[in-house]
């Protein structure tokens, strides 16, 4: 008795569940895959092409239907790549991957004649100026998108590397070293 | 028997050869000629530049204050001597990368002539929070190296309750011996320091830990502290690093320091002895911190020494001193041997954390030819954070920076045992200093693509906002030219 009421009762549980997941799919169906919402989150969001795809979320499309390496974004890096990695449950070899070299815009102030069309484009309102007065750059909300050096008319704006200054050196990485090079003073033990 | 169950008090370390027998025996150079010109950074120290209030031109008298201290974490700076201002601008400063940082030139005028000091008859009968105000107004930071300012850390200490301060005077680097010196000479000012910053947190007790290489130090310490009930001195087995802080308290006390904690959240403190010795100076004679005892050694010197020298002195100067050797001379290295920094040349100023400088040989550097791994584990048993260095070392070689995190990164001191240690000369520490300085560059670029995804949002809603408004304005201009024309329509419909 016991054993047929507990067969009716789950085979009227999995019916009733399978009906409840049947409906679900039809109702709740999801157009795009989540994971290529939360890979265009991750991706910087410039747009700049430099993978090869149209823009960020083209990209990210790829990189969910496993059709672009986890290294496939040059600004991002290989800070980049490693959340992609963890992101997609990829393995990852990082050794050949460069690093991006870090630019920032500035305005020559001898050649900047006030026209105000590089803050107009600026996604960042990292440019301030008048009209008729020399832009400036902030260089923290720069993110080098280049797109205030196609619209200078005196090409006043340029990009350069970031300066390296005591607040953002860094050791660099260790590779075969000659015993002459410079390196801790760890090496120098007696 | 029941020892054998203890946890040991010890983790890792090394012994290196002490190469301290040339200097220890001396005492302290005195004599040093004032150099010239004296070239003194504005940031010594941990936390924010202190800002300058003199002017180029200014005369100023020795013990006079230069720059104020900006924040809570700061630390103002003195003239070391009387003379005059003759720059504020950047100069290489004394790091591995000698980039320009701001620095005020004072060329002195060889009268050494004093500003006018205030003194206190009983400083124990000040309130304990002016202890820190003065110890704060001299200038003092951590003299061991790590520069942190003093005053800060005597409040923390004050705040938390402390029971124990430690003072440190293990000095566990290799060469380096100022601090013995220090405390064989002027142990009885050492104390008088220590009591006054017992004072300064309300604490009772203080321990002052000697490496037991250094028995003359430990028997005039001991002979110093003997009247006094509160100041205990002891000795300790002589390994480096010692003197790291959790390590140190970890023998002394048998307590151990939790991760992601300060050492004052379990009731320690730990200061320098000469940070004691800077306290003493500051509140018995008003003198702000303006010199140091710095020890030059090396291979290539001829005349080492401990010597006294003023703040900017140029290394270049205390070379000439000590008749180093240039040629011989392979690198220059500020501080200690394991943890010290390399410096490119001897044009830079000595600064509140330089301990020694060694100018070492070409036969004193380690061979850095790498070899491949052998497995023996010699650097895991050497950690004293308790690391595997290999493991992490493999990580970073392939940028597998977040494993290398996850494997304990963030708790390594880079204090050099496992590079030095390591029979096939991998540079293991090399790997972790880089690696950590690329997570924090790594935290910054994600910090900034925040920001940029904030900036951007900010800007298409202002631009959302313009064009509605130019719609609704559009929509309004329509409107009002058709209310006219109906206005003339009607008139003309009048007429």
Known sequence: MYVLSAIVSLTLLGLFLGLLLGIAGKYLKVESSPIVDELEALLPGSQCGQCGFPGCRPAAEALSEGNAPATMCPPGGSALAEQIAALLGLDLDLSDVKEPELLVARVSEDTCTGCTRCFKVCPTDAIVGAPKQIHAVVADACIACKKCVDVCPTECLQMHPVEVTLRNWRWAKPHHVPAQSLGTGSNAVC | ?495
């Open chain 2, 1 to 495: 028997m029941l020892s054998f169950f203890k946890t040991p008090r010890i983790r890792g370390g090394v012994h290196a050869k002490e190469h301290k027998t040339a200097t220890a025996a001396l005492p302290i150079a005195t004599n040093f000629p004032l150099p010239k010109k004296l070239y003194i950074p504005l940031q010594q120290h941990v936390g924010k530049p202190a800002e300058p209030l003199i002017m180029v031109g200014d005369k100023v008298l020795k013990g006079q204050l230069l720059a104020y201290s900006q924040g809570l974490i700061s630390a103002p700076v003195h003239a070391p001597s009387s003379g005059i201002i003759v720059d504020v601008n950047d100069y290489p400063a004394p790091h591995p990368s000698a980039l320009p940082i701001r620095m005020i030139v004072l060329e002195t005028d060889g009268k050494d002539e004093w500003i006018k000091t205030q003194l206190v008859d009983d400083p124990f009968q000040l309130n304990p929070e002016e202890i820190s105000l003065c110890v704060g107004a001299a200038g003092i930071v951590g003299l061991g190296g790590a520069t942190f300012p003093t005053a800060v850390k005597l409040n923390m200490g004050r705040e938390n309750h402390v029971d124990t301060l430690i003072i440190n005077g293990s000095e566990c680097e290799p060469y380096l011996c100022c601090d013995d010196r220090l405390m064989q000479e002027r142990a009885e000012q050492i104390i008088d320091g220590v009591r006054l910053m017992l004072h300064g947190m309300e604490s009772e007790h203080a321990v002052v830990a000697i490496e037991d290489n250094k028995p003359q130090a430990f028997l005039a310490m001991r002979a110093a502290a003997d009247p006094y009930a509160s100041v205990n001195v002891i000795q300790i087995p002589t390994r480096y690093p010692m003197g790291w802080d959790r390590q140190l308290i970890r023998y002394v006390t048998g307590k151990e320091v939790p991760v992601g904690c300060r050492s004052s959240e379990i009731g320690v403190t730990i200061h320098n002895v000469g940070t004691a010795y800077a306290v003493h100076k500051a509140i018995r004679y008003g003198q702000p911190l303006l010199n140091r005892v710095v020890t030059v050694a090396g291979g290539a010197v001829k005349r080492p020494m401990n010597v006294e020298v003023p703040f900017g002195t140029l290394i270049s100067e205390l070379f000439e001193f000590c008749e180093v050797n240039q040629q011989e001379t392979a690198r220059i290295i500020m501080g200690g041997p394991m943890m010290g920094d390399s410096l490119p040349h001897g044009a830079l100023p000595t600064v509140k954390a330089t301990s020694g400088i060694l100018a070492l040989t070409q036969s004193e550097l380690k061979n850095t030819d790498e070899q491949p791994c052998i497995r023996c584990a010699s650097c895991v048993s050497v950690c004293p954070a308790g690391l595997r260095p290999l493991d992490m070392a493999n990580n970073i070689r392939i940028n597998q920076l977040d494993a290398a995190v996850d494997l304990g990164l963030k708790d390594c001191i880079s204090c050099g045992c496992c590079s030095y240690i390591c029979p096939s000369n991998i540079p293991l520490v090399q790997f972790f200093k880089y690696a950590s300085g690329e997570v924090v560059a790594r935290q910054q670029a994600q910090h900034k693509s925040e920001q940029t995804k904030r900036l951007m949002d900010a800007r298409n809603a202002r631009m959302e906002r313009i064009a509605q408004q130019q719609r609704e304005e559009e929509l309004a201009r329509i409107a009002a030219k058709a209310e006219r024309e109906r206005l003339k329509a009607e008139q003309e419909a009048l007429v």
